[in-house]
């Protein structure tokens, strides 16, 4: 039955009604499929099959996700003549693309190009818009509408109601479909080339990690078959962020997106099971590293003394030492320009050796009248003479034993690390006790991005077509040429905040971090509007600033919600538990953070309390809305309300004040609609 034609809340309510049945009909149509005679084998049956399975996925109905949230009406229909009297067109603009029996659109990707304007147009610039309309929904119903006519100069522009509730409603679940509340400033970043690397500086609330997921997801439709053959990435830094974060992608358009922690990307080598003091970790994390390693790699490679004989029938072919001299000086050549990347890695130079000792072999043989083909060339590289000669003088680097070694042999270490490291540094990452294998060791994490480092020394390390790189200031020097080691023929988009660096080798400036990461060409831009940090809260947070990132723009908050904030005196634990209490009679999520050591004992004060709480990742629902988060683990995420226990101890948790007072920074942004802060001990003097 169609809608009242005076009423325009029920039209729209209609054609989402259309809209779902459409999208239902589509993957009706591809679950129908019948491919048992279009496959000419049963590998591409497979593969159909498996496109197949995907499709109907991608076509899923995600009934708590709006399948459209605004509207377009265009002045002129896009890319025709724009003269007087042409008809304009009207754009749904959604999640995903979805078309009715005809083919005729229902529904506009939001990434597609026709939908740019519902993020850029403005009073000033209308981008030929006439009406752009948002939509509100509660749960998966449509409830609200708001209009916004931007080519009428008599209309005044207007804060957005819809887009502030959006931004402002509680968080029960995992992270919300966020498409609808991209900024322009952000759609920029977001749409910017797949060929350039884009380093965005933000602080807390400024839709840092929004704009990398939107921005990989428009790079998967926009580069489809390119990102299809090369891959795609996004790191983070805990499991935690991981699982927070996962169901946007899917709510994006997108499903197959591999998500991975630097530990992950380096893990394959080593079981990692110790840690290092922080000392230790800074010069094992220290660029200058990558020196050490290449060095006593390269070291392996000793210069001939002997000639090779080849013995073919009954003639025999010398190689003199000066020749092999000369090979090996070449291929030593090709591999010391390993920071510019078009040379050979240390395998691929020894597996070249001997066709380059068998090249010199068939050129003796040529002078001496023969015609060898490729194939005797290839019988005199396997020869057992040239075998020995290349074993002795290029033997194979196991990278795992050679990083034992450094860190084991002190003599071994020094040579290598001579005019690199100083004494001290040398005496800081050796290990004080023996090892007696690979296997037996008790590996840190920063010891298997040194193995990482090594085995690219060794065997070039497999790029992606794009890196998605959050959290990004926490890495350090050596981790950064991790992550740039798997998008060297790729681009990456690094995501991050100086003033929330909160480990002791955390970055400095983001051009240092792009010259780490092999992008000394990117783009920084700066976010300094703030959309969900409550203006009070991230007035009081930014305090720190002075102290922990001197200079940074701090962030201002275009909330017209000031939120709620209360610092308070409190006699222990039960009063804690009691603030926590208070802010969960409101609707939504609660997160209670505080110093790691401090995590049992509130546990225990929840519990004789009666009150259930999540762990980070968790997610919430209706009945348990309270999650007890260590302040190590509380970046990235983001909860309603917040309780911040014991302000001082969480700075006290770190190596360095400089590293705690980052850490409380963290901690004081979390918080999207109100933070009580409760403390014992005086507050850090830095938040006078």
Same mark, same amino acid.
């Given at each position: 039955?169609?809608?009242?034609?005076?009423?325009?809340?029920?039209?729209?309510?209609?054609?989402?009604?259309?809209?779902?049945?459409?999208?239902?009909?589509?993957?009706?149509?591809?679950?129908?499929?019948?491919?048992?005679?279009?496959?000419?084998?049963?590998?591409?049956?497979? /593969?159909?099959?498996?496109? #197949?399975?995907?499709?109907?996925?991608?076509?899923?109905?995600?009934?708590?996700?709006?399948?459209?949230?605004?509207?377009?009406?265009?002045?002129?229909?896009?890319?025709?003549?724009?003269?007087?009297?042409?008809?304009?067109?009207?754009?749904?603009?959604?999640?995903?693309?979805?078309? %009715?029996?005809?083919?005729?659109?229902?529904?506009?990707?939001?990434?597609?190009?026709?939908?740019?304007?519902?993020?850029?147009?403005?009073?000033?610039?209308?981008?030929?818009?006439?009406?752009?309309?948002?939509?509100?929904? =509660?749960?998966?119903?449509?409830?609200?509408?708001?209009?916004?006519?931007?080519?009428?100069?008599?209309? !005044?522009? =207007?804060?957005?109601?819809?887009?502030?509730?959006?931004?402002?409603?509680?968080?029960?679940?995992?992270?919300?479909?966020?498409?609808?509340?991209?900024?322009?400033?952000?759609?920029?970043?977001?749409?910017?080339?797949?060929?350039?690397?884009?380093?965005?500086?933000?602080?807390?609330?400024?839709?840092?990690?929004?704009?990398?997921?939107?921005? /990989?997801?428009?790079?998967?439709?926009?580069?489809?078959?390119?990102?299809?053959?090369?891959?795609?990435?996004?790191?983070?830094?805990?499991?935690?962020?991981?699982?927070?974060?996962?169901?946007?992608?899917?709510?994006?358009?997108?499903?197959?997106?591999?998500? !991975?922690?630097?530990?992950?990307?380096?893990?394959?080598?080593?079981?990692?099971?110790?840690?290092?003091?922080?000392?230790?970790?800074? @010069?094992?994390?220290?660029?200058?590293?990558?020196?050490?390693?290449?060095?006593?790699?390269?070291?392996?490679?000793?210069?001939?003394?002997?000639?090779?004989?080849?013995?073919?029938?009954?003639?025999?072919?010398?190689?003199?030492?000066?020749?092999?001299?000369?090979?090996?000086?070449?291929?030593?050549?090709?591999?010391?320009?390993?920071?510019?990347?078009?040379?050979?890695?240390?395998?691929?130079?020894?597996?070249?050796?001997?066709?380059?000792?068998?090249?010199?072999?068939?050129?003796?043989? +040529?002078?001496?009248?023969?015609?060898?083909?490729?194939?005797?060339?290839?019988?005199?590289?396997?020869?057992?003479?040239?075998?020995?000669?290349?074993?002795?003088?290029?033997?194979?680097?196991?990278?795992?034993?050679?990083?034992?070694?450094?860190?084991?042999?002190?003599?071994?270490?020094? @040579?290598?690390?001579?005019?690199?490291?100083?004494?001290? +540094?040398?005496?800081? #990452?050796?290990?004080?006790?023996?090892?007696?294998?690979?296997?037996?060791?008790?590996?840190?994490?920063?010891?298997?991005?040194?193995?990482?480092? =090594?085995?690219?020394?060794?065997?070039?390390?497999?790029?992606?077509?794009?890196?998605?790189? %959050?959290?990004?200031?926490?890495?350090?020097?050596?981790?950064?040429?991790?992550?740039?080691?798997?998008?060297?023929?790729?681009?990456?988009?690094?995501?991050?905040?100086?003033?929330?660096?909160?480990?002791?080798?955390?970055?400095?400036?983001? $051009? +240092?971090?792009?010259?780490?990461?092999?992008?000394?060409?990117?783009?920084?831009?700066?976010?300094?509007?703030?959309?969900?940090?409550? =203006?009070?809260? #991230?007035?009081?947070?930014?305090?720190?600033?002075?102290?922990?990132?001197?200079?940074?723009?701090?962030?201002?908050?275009?909330?017209?919600?000031?939120?709620?904030?209360?610092?308070?005196?409190?006699?222990?634990?039960?009063?804690?538990?009691?603030?926590?209490?208070?802010?969960?009679?409101? +609707?939504?999520?609660?997160?209670?953070?505080?110093?790691?050591?401090?995590?049992?004992?509130?546990?225990?004060?929840?519990?004789?309390?009666?009150?259930?709480?999540?762990?980070?990742?968790?997610?919430?629902?209706?009945?348990?809305?309270?999650?007890?988060?260590?302040?190590?683990?509380?970046?990235?995420?983001?909860? $309603?309300?917040?309780?911040? $226990?014991?302000?001082?101890?969480?700075? $006290?948790?770190?190596? %360095?004040?400089?590293?705690?007072?980052?850490?409380?920074?963290?901690?004081?942004?979390?918080?999207?609609?109100?933070?009580?802060?409760?403390?014992?001990?005086?507050?850090?003097?830095?938040?006078?």
């Amino acid at each position: 039955m169609s809608a009242p034609v005076d009423d325009p809340l029920a039209r729209e309510r209609s054609h989402l009604s259309e809209s779902r049945s459409a999208l239902r009909a589509m993957r009706e149509d591809v679950e129908s499929l019948d491919i048992s005679d279009v496959t000419a084998n049963w590998v591409n049956a497979e /593969v159909l099959a498996r496109q #197949i399975e995907e499709r109907i996925k991608a076509l899923a109905d995600l009934s708590d996700t709006p399948l459209f949230f605004g509207r377009l009406d265009y002045l002129h229909a896009p890319g025709a003549d724009q003269a007087e009297g042409a008809e304009g067109e009207r754009f749904y603009i959604g999640r995903r693309h979805v078309h %009715d029996h005809d083919g005729d659109p229902m529904v506009i990707d939001w990434r597609a190009p026709v939908s740019q304007p519902f993020y850029r147009a403005s009073k000033k610039d209308p981008m030929d818009i006439a009406l752009r309309r948002r939509f509100g929904y =509660t749960g998966g119903d449509l409830t609200a509408y708001e209009d916004e006519h931007l080519s009428d100069p008599a209309e !005044a522009a =207007t804060t957005s109601k819809l887009l502030q509730q959006e931004i402002e409603r509680p968080r029960v679940g995992p992270m919300r479909d966020i498409v609808a509340t991209i900024q322009p400033e952000q759609d920029e970043i977001v749409r910017s080339g797949l060929s350039g690397t884009v380093c965005v500086q933000g602080g807390p609330g400024t839709g840092k990690t929004a704009v990398g997921l939107h921005r /990989v997801a428009y790079l998967l439709y926009a580069h489809r078959e390119r990102l299809a053959r090369t891959g795609t990435l996004v790191i983070g830094p805990n499991r935690s962020f991981l699982h927070y974060i996962e169901q946007v992608l899917p709510a994006l358009g997108e499903l197959a997106v591999r998500q !991975a922690t630097v530990d992950d990307l380096v893990a394959g080598n080593v079981e990692v099971r110790g840690t290092d003091e922080a000392a230790t970790a800074i @010069v094992k994390g220290d660029a200058r590293m990558a020196e050490v390693l290449r060095r006593a790699v390269r070291a392996h490679v000793s210069m001939p003394t002997e000639p090779v004989v080849v013995v073919r029938g009954s003639r025999r072919w010398r190689v003199s030492a000066y020749e092999l001299e000369e090979i090996v000086r070449e291929l030593l050549s090709n591999t010391s320009r390993y920071r510019d990347g078009r040379d050979f890695r240390y395998g691929a130079a020894r597996e070249a050796l001997p066709q380059r000792i068998a090249h010199a072999v068939l050129v003796q043989m +040529e002078r001496s009248g023969e015609a060898p083909d490729d194939r005797v060339q290839d019988a005199v590289a396997r020869n057992s003479a040239v075998k020995a000669a290349v074993k002795e003088i290029w033997p194979p680097v196991d990278p795992a034993k050679l990083v034992l070694r450094l860190l084991t042999d002190a003599d071994f270490l020094a @040579v290598h690390a001579e005019g690199v490291l100083s004494a001290d +540094e040398q005496k800081t #990452i050796l290990w004080a006790k023996p090892v007696r294998s690979v296997k037996s060791a008790k590996w840190s994490a920063a010891d298997a991005v040194l193995i990482d480092e =090594t085995t690219d020394l060794v065997r070039r390390t497999h790029s992606l077509g794009h890196v998605v790189l %959050d959290e990004a200031q926490d890495l350090s020097p050596m981790q950064y040429r991790a992550v740039g080691r798997r998008c060297t023929t790729g681009s990456a988009t690094v995501l991050g905040d100086l003033a929330q660096g909160t480990t002791p080798w955390a970055t400095r400036s983001w $051009d +240092e971090a792009l010259a780490h990461l092999g992008k000394t060409d990117g783009v920084i831009e700066e976010l300094t509007a703030g959309f969900r940090v409550p =203006t009070d809260v #991230i007035t009081y947070a930014s305090r720190l600033l002075p102290h922990i990132a001197p200079g940074l723009t701090p962030v201002a908050s275009v909330r017209e919600n000031p939120g709620f904030f209360e610092v308070r005196t409190v006699a222990g634990p039960a009063e804690v538990v009691a603030a926590c209490g208070e802010l969960l009679r409101n +609707e939504g999520s609660t997160g209670l953070i505080a110093a790691d050591a401090r995590i049992p004992e509130l546990s225990e004060a929840l519990a004789s309390a009666g009150i259930t709480h999540l762990s980070p990742g968790e997610e919430t629902t209706r009945d348990t809305r309270l999650t007890l988060v260590p302040a190590s683990l509380a970046k990235g995420l983001e909860y $309603d309300y917040v309780v911040l $226990d014991e302000p001082q101890a969480v700075v $006290d948790g770190e190596p %360095d004040e400089r590293t705690g007072l980052r850490r409380l920074y963290v901690t004081l942004t979390r918080a999207v609609s109100g933070l009580i802060v409760t403390h014992t001990a005086p507050l850090p003097w830095q938040l006078a």
